[in-house]
């Protein structure tokens, strides 16, 4: 270990030494694993250790699992064999999440195989610029405008009115259609570039190749150009499905009345219910299932987690 | 099976830019067909065009007597093999040979028999189970021919697929290729800028310059009976002498240069008359020491160099206008030497020369 400190000081110098070690131990240490850590250790205690500090080190100060208990079976005077309502929608975030997150693969696999490709000079360019210049927009505003492209009176509906597609107005919000939309294109580019970055690195020979063995559109993206671009595939979904399951904007903006992201749930602890333990114990539920869940599908599909930095 | 294969006034467009022009060759199913050529000559797009990945700007491609427009490069009866070889990188060896009948549906067990099958032919057997990044070059060549062959095509389509070896294994590669042909029984259409490649392992081979078929015909008469000036300069080493033409009879024709008249023979279909611009070739090796100055076919010149290679002598020769000339002396023990640096007078017989129009000459 200090040999590898002392290479570490002679290859890069003092100065940028130093500064990388502090930085990284900045951004890993004291941004990322300590307040975690802090949740964690929250979410095992009293939530007077919230409200109020001076009870704590006393002889009430000890663990307690009371917040996951509240999380699976709610209050004590809950006649439901479960909490009903955060059970389910723990549930369903995280399937939405996989859904929105199947649904950005299936749009943007092509269009980054495009980009990579076929389109070339000028007007991949052009694509490029055309797929960054939206996002300028900002999120809130960009989420009011999907509200009024998706509401009763939106524009979606009098197009589809018009055209004759619908006799009577869809609420496309109560449906969770904007909701949906709206989370899959907020990440389309956190899944275009990964993906992007890897078809284009394949050698083209390699596809003429085997449409010359006799290999039609399917086989060879099934066969050649997925198969070489599943550390992009990964890394896009990866980010997608962790952004997806923890948005709380979007969910917010243009979730249907009646249906409550994980989110929103655990902002409530924090927030209007003043009960940070057990926000912090849903919230830690939520990143836990959500990494092994990721873990088991890269297991499923062999990819090992180094790939994913390609 | 073999199929011929006929080019009939293939001309390919990329813009302006003319990259074949009027191509028409018919090669015979089983032959061993070369194209050789400079860089940038068109060869590769002519292949491209047969494998299906370019489509003509003009005129037709006919396998067995089938045209081939609107046919797919998935669904000709032709394989190619890529330059680099494109090689499927997350196969294994068995897997990238038996690819063309996976995608046919043929199931595992026979994709695997007829995969170790070739792996037998192309003598790399064991190594079915291997990933194609443990290989060395030449058995990913291997590899490639294999896999090419499992598609079992009427006509395999080779892109200089040894110019990434070295020397050694390149030319053991030429001979191994020569017995897969044969042993294989199809048509091989072969590309190359390399003349040695062409050369010895072709029945036929056609020399192309700028996109245009200069000359068709089998090894020895391209290089014994060249069509063109620019077939003479680009197949083996020649001493070009630039001039007009003085008298034609019917054995030779004398030209005249500005280092003399020259008695030489025409060549091919080539057909000159008096007062034409015309180029004289004289092969290294058909260049003598003399003593008799004066005589016909005689040049006073200058050894400015001579590098020695075991069975020949190369010397560099500069005439008296500072033409170069090149010039190789078997080592027998029976040619005599000369000094590096002293004035030598060397000839050649009028068999040994070869008149041609005047025309484009390849690039040194």
């Known amino acids: 270990m200090s040999v590898w400190f002392q290479n570490f000081f002679k290859r890069n110098g003092i100065g940028l030494s130093l500064f990388l070690l502090i930085a990284v131990f900045v951004w890993v240490v004291l941004m990322i694993v300590l307040p975690q850590l802090l949740m964690l250790d929250f979410s095992f205690r009293f939530n007077w250790h919230h409200m109020n500090p001076s009870k704590m080190g006393g002889p009430d100060d000890v663990y307690t699992l009371t917040h996951y208990k509240f999380l699976v079976y709610g209050s004590p005077n809950n006649p439901d064999p479960f909490n009903i309502v955060d059970v389910t929608v723990f549930f369903r975030t995280i399937l939405a999440a996989i859904f929105v997150t199947m649904f950005d693969l299936a749009l943007c696999y092509p269009i980054a195989y495009y980009l990579a490709q076929v389109a070339k000079g000028a007007r991949a360019r052009f694509l490029v610029v055309a797929l960054i210049v939206p996002f300028w927009v900002n999120e809130i505003l960009r989420a ?45 580019l956190l899944m275009i570039f990964p993906i992007y970055n890897a078809v284009e690195s394949l050698d083209r020979n390699q596809i003429e190749a085997a449409r010359d063995l006799g290999a039609g559109w399917f086989r060879i993206h099934r066969r050649i150009v997925m198969p070489f671009a599943k550390p992009g595939i990964t890394s896009g979904c990866t980010m997608v499905f962790m952004l997806t399951a923890g948005a709380l904007a979007l969910p917010q903006i243009i979730g249907g009345p009646s249906s409550l992201w994980f989110t929103q749930i655990i902002y409530q602890w924090f927030n209007t219910g003043s009960n940070w333990p057990r926000g912090s114990a849903y919230a830690i539920v939520l990143l836990i299932s959500c990494v092994v869940l990721l873990l088991f599908l890269m297991r499923l599909f062999k990819v090992r987690i180094g790939e994913i930095g390609r | 099976m073999s199929a011929d294969v006929q080019l009939e006034n293939i001309g390919v467009q990329f813009g302006e830019f003319v990259a074949v022009r009027e191509a028409s060759v018919t090669i015979t199913g089983g032959e061993f067909f070369s194209f050789l050529g400079p860089s940038g000559c068109g060869k590769t797009t002519l292949l491209r065009t047969i494998s299906g990945f370019q489509l003509p700007s003009t005129g037709r491609v006919l396998i067995d007597g089938q045209d081939m427009a609107g046919i797919g490069p998935n669904h000709r009866p032709t394989a190619l093999i890529f330059q680099n070889l494109a090689l499927f990188p997350l196969m294994t060896v068995w897997e990238n040979i038996s690819f063309a009948l996976e995608v046919k549906g043929v199931g595992r067990t026979e994709r695997r028999r007829r995969a170790d099958e070739l792996l037998e032919m192309v003598a790399l057997p064991g190594q079915a189970d291997k990933m194609v990044d443990e290989l060395s070059g030449g058995q990913k060549q291997r590899v490639a021919v294999a896999r090419a062959l499992c598609a079992e095509p009427e006509v395999l389509l080779l892109d200089e697929p040894l110019s990434s070896l070295d020397l050694k294994l390149r030319q053991h590669m030429r001979t191994e290729l020569r017995v897969i042909q044969q042993r294989a029984g199809i048509t091989f259409i072969y590309i190359t800028h390399d003349q040695g490649e062409a050369l010895t392992m072709s029945d036929r081979v056609a020399v192309m310059r700028q996109g245009v078929i200069d000359q068709v015909a089998d090894s020895t008469t391209v290089y014994d009976q060249p069509e063109t000036a620019f077939v003479a300069s680009f197949v083996g080493e020649n001493n070009a002498f630039s001039g007009s033409v003085a008298e034609v009879s019917s054995e030779s024709v004398l030209v005249e240069t500005t280092l003399g008249i020259f008695s030489c023979r025409t060549s091919g279909s080539s057909s000159l008359s008096k007062g034409d611009a015309a180029i004289v070739f004289v092969r290294p090796e058909s260049l003598f020491f003399v003593d008799d100055v004066g005589a016909r076919n005689r040049l006073d010149a200058t050894l400015v160099n001579q590098e020695f290679e075991g069975h020949f002598w190369h010397l560099l020769l500069k005439a008296r206008d500072g033409h170069p000339m090149r010039m190789s002396v078997i080592n027998d023990g029976r040619s005599s030497r000369q000094q590096t640096g002293s004035d030598v007078t060397v000839g050649f017989e009028t068999n040994g020369a070869v008149a041609l129009p005047s025309g484009e000459l390849a690039a040194d």
């Not at chain 1, 009763?152 to 109560?174: K, T, Y």
């Open chain 1, 144 to 188: 009011f405008a999907f509200r009024i492209l998706f509401g009763e009176e939106g524009s979606l509906n009098s197009l589809l009115l018009a055209i004759g597609l619908l006799d009577e107005p869809v609420d496309f919000i109560r449906e969770n259609v904007a909701l949906y939309a709206g989370l899959g294109y907020a990440y389309v």
